[in-house]
């Protein structure tokens, strides 16, 4: 990902016009989807804040593409639900959801698209010379 991917494309933003152009070159490369990334990677870098989000959010809708936020905390998660973002990517990980906002988060209504192959590959994890069944 470090190597590859994330040189070709991902785009970092932190004005609403960057954000807004992002989408919109994403648009243009034929996406079928625009993912943002809200969640702090690696820990403790800077976030999608401000308007950036919501703008990146509409442009993207515009050009008749949904927004996969992937998220790590509850402010995430709110802060891409106020954004309409169309799912969320994996789901709060990296802290327990307060029970006081539980209900905040279930009146998004907005669905969460898991992570299975990561999820696959941690209840793999120490597996050694696996044998075909």
Same mark, same amino acid.
Request: hydrophobic share 45%; charged share 20%.
């Given at each position: 990902?470090?190597?590859?991917?994330?040189?070709?494309?991902?785009?970092?933003?932190?004005?609403? *016009?960057?954000? &807004? #152009?992002? %989408?919109?070159?994403?648009?243009?490369?034929?996406?079928?989807?625009?993912?943002? $990334?809200? =969640?702090?990677?690696?820990?403790?870098?800077?976030?999608?804040?401000?308007?950036?989000?919501?703008?990146?959010?509409?442009?993207?809708?515009?050009?008749?593409?949904?927004?996969?936020?992937?998220?790590?905390?509850?402010?995430? *998660?709110?802060? &891409? #639900?106020? %954004?309409?973002?169309?799912?969320?990517?994996?789901?709060?990980?990296?802290?327990? $959801?307060? =029970?006081?906002?539980?209900?905040?988060?279930?009146?998004?209504?907005?669905?969460?698209?898991?992570?299975?192959?990561?999820?696959?590959?941690?209840?793999?994890?120490?597996?050694?010379?696996?044998?075909?069944?």
């Amino acid at each position: 990902m470090r190597w590859y991917a994330i040189p070709r494309y991902a785009i970092e933003v932190d004005k609403f *016009a960057e954000a &807004a #152009a992002a %989408a919109e070159l994403v648009a243009e490369w034929g996406a079928d989807f625009l993912t943002v $990334i809200v =969640d702090r990677i690696p820990h403790g870098a800077s976030r999608i804040c401000g308007d950036s989000l919501p703008a990146a959010v509409h442009v993207a809708s515009i050009r008749g593409l949904r927004t996969v936020a992937h998220i790590g905390t509850t402010d995430d *998660a709110g802060d &891409a #639900a106020h %954004a309409h973002v169309a799912p969320w990517a994996h789901g709060v990980y990296r802290e327990r $959801i307060p =029970d006081n906002r539980i209900g905040e988060m279930a009146s998004f209504g907005i669905p969460m698209v898991p992570t299975i192959v990561v999820v696959e590959a941690l209840a793999r994890r120490g597996e050694t010379g696996r044998q075909a069944t």
